[in-house]
């Protein structure tokens, strides 16, 4: 009788499939998910635990998901699960960002196309209109996300708009408005003349502009010095549309200065033969050059403070600019570009305003918000400020103020929704002050007490937050909350009373924000005030206000959360965003940060570095990933990137993604198909296994360390590197290689078989539970191919397994080091045999190594021919002879090639000496002889 070998040996078996068709199959481990509730049961398994929360900066409701949402999102969601398989309790509360100006503009643009005017509809409609927009968009990007494979409270996520946070954030400013830091003020703010409001520093993009340049001297008419009687200081803007809004120049105290006397000027040149002109020294080459002038004398030099105490007249006295135009001293004068001494318009400029206000100068309104001049301001009346830098220009010129005019291409700022340029305007706007109530020290002291991650963070928040001016929070919009305030009437002050504002917070509560528009002001004020003795505020908050509350209505607001949060994480654009925001608001309020610590991640770039745009059709949108390869992949790439700098996406990049992937999913099969039928009964003690088998475990040992703490340091992609590397080296191409033999041909209950099955049990264990906050889809689908009988299982209902310190063994360490370095040497010679065709597999051969004694002492008491897959193998101490293989970078050693002796065995392939030992299967070695006895694939242990 022939025996059919091949049907006794342990061929891997396993269910799971070697292609991962990962696009079909995510969605049906999603409906699996959502039939268990696996929300649910994540946050049952964590009851009692240490709460980690990662309080979620909510993306804005209007639009589908890009890339960025993708890096952002399931960054959060690698976070989220790490923590709670490392042990924590990690509610994740999904929001979203729903008032402001992009969705107004949405509703807006719509009323254009059917030829409806916006301030037609009564606003609680205009307003409804938004909230169903933003409704809209909530559902279509949870259903996005959730396909990303993102766990959390996706059933009840919080929202800006909801009734509870309109009625919170509206608490929320009354507190400041109670404690006196809001207040209303005149201040030039970013305007948009298109959009008619004033604009957050995160609503603008800079974008090239060309602007008409002038140089304009401004006659000297009390001088501080006899130096300059008679001279004229010249200013350069590139404004000529703010020269109306005039009122003072300013110098740099610490530049020098010189008045120069034209003698000869070109002909076209607009400078006179004989005035005298003061500017910085360091900018008069460039000056007479582009005034022409062509000859000329200095006749003083001095420091700009001399200039001290210096007014001069407007350039157009005389035409209803009669006033004083003194010349201050200030830092931000420059000899960077212009001349040196800067005009002064306290209404279009942060710095002027300031300058302004420590001076006492008058901060004239000349602009209204549509961008006209308004009707009282002299000879410019009317006219739109874009349109009127060449009027402004010939009027100076024929004031004989003009010295020069040119143009110039520059970064000038623009709304980031119309594209139009800005101006700085002098409005009446809300603000909350930074020193009222120290809030600038509290949010300093704040940021010290935080962690930033990377800790460049700190000082770039720090930076802003030093320097910063008051926090405008009004915007004159519609779709928001309130700025609900009432100004009595004859004082200006705002109304400070906590009954008036709890009957508004009261409102909110159940009608949401609307009810401000919706009632009579009487209903708030209640019966101790005269309503027509005050205005209603119709201005509503920063959107920045809005979501710098999230901490209090979702953190406080929630049962299952807790404030402060342990983690904020965005794009390192919040530093002046969100991050910023809720500093401050939470400073304000609660006298300190809203979270322990912050994390900020890079962009995402195209594969060539450049950035994403529709014009170069580079843009890679997560949902075509996920269509393509699977959301797994587009995780992969988040964990495998080093996401505190700019990340790049595209197809290359995406290919190597899916090799990784590929790489992965085959070790999880190789576990799998060689763990089949494994049972509790098998398993060794540590002490019962090969030292192999040890240095495996020892592995498992060194990696869970390293990767508990790669996860509490939030530096996800070294560790996934290492992970990786583990998978494909150590195991795939070292371990399961040697073990190979051991797993298909060995008795079953052979002491090394079943060490190495106790080994695959524990790689697996770790293997999946690592995995799964990263390849949240793959490492589920591994585990169901193994446990799938108990009911309502999960990977992600686990935590990282424990791993026994008596694993840990740094001496078999440091000696398999020495191993595998020797191997290589072998592995090289082998190689090159096959490359030859001297042999077929490595098992037809039995090297010579010719080493070190000491080099060769260390596989004393091991299996040598085991380790290099070959049939046998032999040490000789010394040097190899001429010929022999040795490797450049691994010092005395040789080897030689043998082919090995005997008969090759027809079941485990070992050419062997004690072929035929056991004559009922004189075709086969003697291990596998008496496997096929007592316990092989085909005859179960007896
Ligand atoms: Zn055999």
Redesign the pocket.
């Known amino acids: 009788m022939t025996t059919d070998y091949k049907a006794t040996v342990f061929l891997p078996t396993t269910d799971f499939p070697m292609k991962a068709g990962l696009a079909e199959r995510e969605p049906e481990t999603l409906k699996q998910w959502d039939s268990m509730d696996i929300q649910n049961l994540h946050r049952a398994v964590a009851k009692g635990r240490d709460p980690f929360i990662l309080h979620d900066g909510p993306p804005y409701a209007n639009g589908h998901l890009h890339i960025g949402h993708a890096l952002n999102k399931i960054l959060k969601d690698v976070v989220v699960r790490t923590q709670q398989m490392m042990g924590k309790d990690a509610n994740y509360v999904p929001g979203w960002d729903c008032h402001g100006l992009p969705i107004e503009w949405k509703i807006e643009e719509k009323y254009r196309q059917q030829k409806k005017d916006k301030d037609d509809v009564p606003v609680v409609e205009f307003r409804q209109e938004c909230r169903e927009f933003a409704e809209q968009w909530i559902a279509i990007q949870r259903d996005e996300f959730k396909r990303m494979g993102l766990i959390g409270d996706w059933d009840n996520p919080y929202t800006t708009m909801s009734f509870d946070a309109e009625a919170q954030i509206v608490r929320e400013m009354g507190k400041f408005l109670m404690d006196g830091s809001l207040y209303r003020g005149a201040k030039p703010v970013m305007w948009s003349p298109v959009e008619k409001t004033a604009l957050a520093e995160a609503e603008i993009e800079y974008h090239d502009h060309t602007s008409t340049t002038i140089f304009v001297r401004f006659p000297v008419v009390k001088a501080s010095t006899p130096e300059i009687e008679a001279a004229s200081i010249v200013i350069w803007t590139t404004t000529p549309w703010t020269m109306p809004g005039n009122r003072a120049v300013a110098f740099g105290p610490d530049i020098p200065y010189v008045v120069v006397e034209v003698v000869k000027a070109a002909d076209e040149s607009l400078a006179n033969a004989g005035e005298k002109l003061i500017i910085a020294e360091a900018r008069l080459e460039d000056f007479i050059r582009q005034c022409g002038i062509e000859e000329m004398t200095t006749s003083a030099t001095f420091k700009g403070k001399e200039l001290d105490g210096t007014v001069c007249r407007h350039p157009l006295n005389g035409q209803g600019y009669d006033f004083d135009v003194p010349a201050l001293a200030a830092d931000f004068a420059t000899t960077e570009e212009g001349t040196g001494i800067v005009h002064i318009a306290p209404g279009h400029g942060a710095d002027d305003w300031i300058l302004g206000q420590a001076n006492d100068i008058e901060i004239p309104q000349t602009v209204g918000e549509d961008g006209c001049f308004y009707d009282h301001v002299p000879m410019f009346a009317g006219k739109h400020v874009y349109k009127v830098n060449d009027e402004v220009a010939d009027a100076l010129q024929a004031a004989d103020g003009l010295l020069a005019r040119g143009k110039l291409s520059h970064r000038y700022p623009h709304s980031w929704r119309s594209k139009a340029p800005l101006i700085f305007r002098n409005t009446t706007q809300w603000f909350i002050s930074m020193e009222t109530t120290a809030l600038r020290d509290k949010a300093l002291k704040a940021i010290d007490e935080t962690r930033f991650v990377p800790d460049t963070g700190k000082n770039r928040l720090k930076g802003m937050i030093k320097t910063r001016p008051d926090w405008c929070v009004s915007r004159q919009r519609a779709w928001g909350v309130p700025i609900a305030v009432f100004v009595n009437k004859e004082s200006g002050e705002p109304l400070r009373d906590q009954g008036v504002m709890d009957r508004i917070i009261d409102a909110f509560e159940t009608e949401g924000a609307d009810a401000w528009f919706a009632s009579d002001p009487s209903r708030f004020l209640g019966d101790g005030y005269n309503a027509n003795d005050f205005e209603q505020v119709t201005d509503i908050l920063d959107v920045w206000f809005d979501s710098g509350c999230t901490h209090t209505f979702v953190l406080e607001g929630r049962d299952d959360l807790q404030w402060p949060a342990s983690l904020y994480l965005e794009g390192t654009d919040q530093h002046r965003g969100w991050f910023h925001s809720s500093l401050l608001e939470s400073c304000g309020t609660r006298d300190r940060a809203p979270y322990d610590a912050v994390l900020t991640h890079g962009f995402v770039m195209a594969e060539d570095g450049q950035k994403m745009s529709k014009s170069l059709g580079n843009i890679v949108s997560p949902q075509d990933v996920i269509d393509q390869h699977g959301a797994d992949i587009l995780r992969l790439w988040v964990v495998g990137s080093d996401y505190s700098e700019d990340l790049r996406i595209g197809p290359e990049i995406l290919k190597s993604q899916s090799d990784i992937y590929r790489r992965l999913r085959n070790t999880f099969r190789y576990l799998l198909g060689n763990l089949n039928g494994f049972t509790e009964d098998e398993r060794l003690d540590v002490a019962d296994m090969p030292e192999l088998e040890r240095w495996v475990l020892h592995r498992l040992w060194e990696l869970d360390g390293k990767l508990r703490q790669a996860c509490n340091d939030f530096h996800f992609h070294p560790i996934f590197a290492e992970l990786h590397n583990f998978c494909t080296v150590d195991l795939s191409a070292f371990y399961f290689d040697i073990r190979k033999d051991a797993l298909y041909?060995d008795h079953a209950g052979d002491r090394r078989r079943r060490a190495a099955r106790t080994v695959l049990d524990a790689a697996f264990n770790c293997l999946t539970a690592w995995m799964a906050p990263f390849i949240c889809f793959t490492a589920e689908e591994a585990w169901l191919a193994r446990y799938e009988a108990k009911e309502g299982d999960s990977v992600h209902l686990r935590t990282f397994p424990e791993i026994p310190d008596a694993w840990r063994n740094d001496d078999l360490a440091a000696k398999w080091a020495k191993i595998r370095n020797l191997r290589r040497v072998v592995t090289g010679a082998l190689e090159l045999e096959r490359k030859e065709k001297r042999i077929g597999s490595s098992l037809q051969a039995h090297p010579v190594i010719y080493a070190d004694a000491k080099d060769i002492a260390i596989f004393d008491d091991l299996d040598p021919a085991e380790l290099f897959i070959t049939s046998g193998a032999t040490f000789t101490a010394g040097q190899g002879p001429e010929n022999s293989f040795s490797l450049d970078d691994v010092s005395d050693t040789w080897v030689v090639a043998e082919p090995a002796a005997g008969e090759k065995?027809?079941?485990?392939?070992?050419v062997?000496p004690d072929i035929g030992s056991n004559a009922d299967h004189p075709t086969?070695?003697g291990?596998?002889a008496d496997a096929v006895v007592h316990g092989s694939a085909a005859t179960p242990v007896a």
């Open positions: 041909c065995c027809e079941r485990c392939w070992k062997l086969v070695c291990r596998c």
